[in-house]
C-alpha cells in the first residue's frame, strides 16, 4: 500500500511501464499488435484480464467519477427545473411591471414638464420684479443726491448768516449805529430761524414723500407679487390632473367641516360653562337656606334597568 500511495496520483505512462496494459493511444498500433486484434482471438473470462492494485484503482476511479456524473446530472435536472419555474414566475409578472412602470414614466414626464413650466415663469418674474427694483433704486438714489445738494446749500446760507452776526457783534461797541445794526440782526436771526423751520418743514415733507413713494412701491411689488403667484397657482392648477382637482376640493371642504366642527365644539365648551356656573350660583343659594334639605332619590338601579341616554349625534356634510 505504502507503494500504491507514492505513486499516486498516476502519472502519464505509469501502466504501461509496467507491461500491464499496451498503449491504446494509437489505433493503428493497436490494430498491428499481434494477439490483440478481436478477429484473431476473443477475452472470454475475467481471469484473462490483467489484475494488479493498479488496475484496481483505475476502475474504482472510474466508478467514482460515475457517480459523481450522474450526481452533476440530477444536480442539473434540479436546476433547470428551478430556473424554468423562475422563468415562468418573471414572465407572469413581467407584463404587469412593466405597465406599471410605463404609467409611472408616463406621470414623471407630465410632472416634469410642469414643473419646468413653472420654474421658468417664477424665473421671468423675478428677473422682472428685480429690474423694476433697480430702476427705483436708481431713481431714489438720485432723488437723494438733490435732497443733499438743496440741504448743502441751505446750511451754506445759514453759515453765511451766522458769519454776518458774528461781524456784527463783534463791532457792537465801537459802531455808532448800533442799534440799527441789533435791529438788523434781530431781523436776521428771525430770518435764520424762519429758514431753520422751513427747513425743517420741507425735510419733513421730503421725508413724508419719500416714504409714501416706498410705501407704494411695497404696495405695487406685493401687488405684483400677487398676481405673479395667482397666474403660477393658475396655470399649475391647469397643468394638474383631474383626480389631484379633485382631492383638493375635497381637501378644502373637509378643511371647512373641520372649522364649523371647531365652531360648534367651542359654543359648546360656551354653554357648558355657563351650566357649571348656574349650578354653582344654585348650590351656593341652597347652602345660605338653612332649612332646605336635598331629596333623596328613591330609584334603586338594578342590572336589568334599561338606561337611554340622550347624546346629540352631528350628521357629517357630504363630500
Known amino acids: 500500500s505504502s507503494g500504491i500511495n507514492a505513486?499516486?496520483?498516476?502519472?502519464?505512462?505509469?501502466?504501461?511501464?509496467?507491461?500491464?496494459?499496451?498503449?491504446?493511444?494509437?489505433?493503428?498500433?493497436?490494430?498491428?499488435?499481434?494477439?490483440?486484434k478481436s478477429s484473431d482471438s476473443?477475452?472470454?473470462?475475467?481471469?484473462?484480464?490483467?489484475?494488479?492494485?493498479?488496475?484496481?484503482?483505475?476502475?474504482?476511479?472510474?466508478?467514482?467519477?460515475?457517480?459523481?456524473?450522474?450526481?452533476?446530472?440530477?444536480?442539473?435536472?434540479?436546476?433547470?427545473?428551478?430556473?424554468?419555474?423562475?422563468?415562468?414566475?418573471?414572465?407572469e409578472s413581467e407584463n404587469d411591471v412593466h405597465d406599471k412602470v410605463t404609467a409611472l414614466l408616463e406621470q414623471y414626464e407630465k410632472f416634469r414638464g410642469a414643473i419646468g413650466n413653472i420654474r421658468n415663469e417664477s424665473e421671468e418674474?423675478?428677473?422682472?420684479?428685480?429690474?423694476?427694483?433697480?430702476?427705483?433704486?436708481?431713481?431714489t438714489a438720485v432723488d437723494l443726491e438733490h435732497l443733499e445738494q438743496e440741504y448743502d446749500e441751505l446750511e451754506r446760507k445759514v453759515l453765511e448768516r451766522t458769519n454776518e452776526c458774528e461781524v456784527l457783534v463783534k463791532f457792537k461797541g465801537t459802531d455808532k449805529e448800533y442799534h440799527l445794526r441789533v435791529a438788523r440782526v434781530n431781523e436776521l436771526r428771525l430770518e435764520l430761524e424762519n429758514l431753520t423751520t422751513e427747513?425743517?418743514?420741507?425735510?419733513?415733507?421730503?421725508?413724508?414723500?419719500?416714504?409714501?413713494?416706498?410705501?407704494?412701491?411695497?404696495?405695487?411689488?406685493?401687488?405684483?407679487?400677487?398676481?405673479?403667484?395667482?397666474?403660477l397657482t393658475a396655470t399649475a392648477v391647469k397643468n394638474i390632473p383631474d383626480s389631484l382637482r379633485e382631492l383638493a376640493q375635497q381637501n378644502r371642504v373637509m378643511k371647512r367641516e373641520l372649522l364649523l366642527h371647531q365652531d360648534s365644539i367651542y359654543e359648546?365648551?360656551?354653554?357648558?360653562?355657563?351650566?357649571?356656573?348656574?349650578?354653582?350660583?344654585?348650590?351656593?343659594?341652597?347652602?345660605?337656606?338653612p332649612g332646605y334639605v336635598v331629596p333623596v332619590s328613591t330609584d334603586i338601579c338594578t342590572p336589568d334597568t334599561e338606561l337611554s341616554l340622550d347624546i346629540p349625534t352631528y350628521k357629517m356634510l357630504p363630500v
Request: hydrophobic share 25%; aromatic share 4%.
Open 7 to 36: 505513486e499516486w496520483p498516476l502519472r502519464p505512462g505509469y501502466i504501461q511501464e509496467r507491461g500491464l496494459v499496451p498503449d491504446y493511444g494509437d489505433y493503428a498500433a493497436w490494430q498491428r499488435t499481434p494477439g490483440l
Open 42 to 91: 476473443t477475452i472470454t473470462t475475467t481471469s484473462e484480464r490483467p489484475t494488479s492494485p493498479e488496475t484496481e484503482i483505475v476502475r474504482l476511479q472510474i466508478k467514482a467519477r460515475r457517480k459523481t456524473l450522474q450526481q452533476y446530472h440530477k444536480m442539473q435536472t434540479k436546476l433547470v427545473t428551478c430556473n424554468l419555474e423562475l422563468m415562468g414566475g418573471i414572465q
Open 125 to 139: 418674474s423675478v428677473r422682472c420684479a428685480r429690474d423694476q427694483l433697480g430702476d427705483t433704486k436708481e431713481q
Open 199 to 231: 427747513q425743517k418743514t420741507e425735510r419733513t415733507e421730503l421725508s413724508e414723500l419719500v416714504d409714501r413713494h416706498h410705501t407704494n412701491l411695497n404696495l405695487s411689488t406685493d401687488k405684483r407679487c400677487r398676481e405673479i403667484q395667482a397666474n
Open 268 to 289: 359648546t365648551e360656551q354653554e357648558i360653562e355657563q351650566i357649571k356656573e348656574d349650578i354653582r350660583q344654585l348650590q351656593r343659594q341652597f347652602k345660605k337656606k
